[in-house]
Nanobody, 121 residues
Framework: QVQLVESGGGLVQPGGSLTLSCAAS????????MRWYRQAPGKQRELVAT???????NYADSVKGRFTISRDNAKNTVYLQMNSLKPEDTAVYYC???????????????WGQGTQVTVSS
């Protein structure tokens, strides 16, 4: 079985920074794309950032220049460095990883449990 465990959320003032982490564990063979999504109250879940297995990155327009996604393949971990945070960044953040396991070669995605980020003075 595969589990994704997130950490790093919390309360921060506008203009502050936070770093989220999401570590995958279990019988993992390979990890393809890693992504961060977020969902604010009353809104749909939206894609925030993507990093491919080749290291290419992509960002939502709303976070470009402020957020940085990265990965550590040795640790099966994806990070989201968030700078210059704004109140509108307040949401539950979810990581998503596309993984093949030793039990099944079929690529499928897994989700973290979500971590709350609140930007408020």
């Amino acid at each position: 079985q595969v589990q994704l465990v997130e950490s790093g959320g919390g309360l921060v003032q506008p203009g502050g920074s936070l770093t989220l982490s999401c570590a995958a564990s279990g019988s993992i063979r390979s990890i393809n794309a890693m992504r961060w999504y977020r969902q604010a109250p009353g809104k749909q879940r939206e894609l925030v950032a993507t990093v491919t297995d080749g290291g290419s990155t992509n960002y939502a327009d709303s976070v470009k220049g402020r957020f940085t996604i990265s990965r550590d393949n040795a640790k099966n971990t994806v990070y989201l460095q968030m700078n210059s945070l704004k109140p509108e960044d307040t949401a539950v953040y979810y990581c998503n990883q596309w993984i093949t396991t030793n039990r099944s070669p079929q690529l499928r995605d897994y989700w973290g449990q979500g971590t709350q980020v609140t930007v408020s003075s």
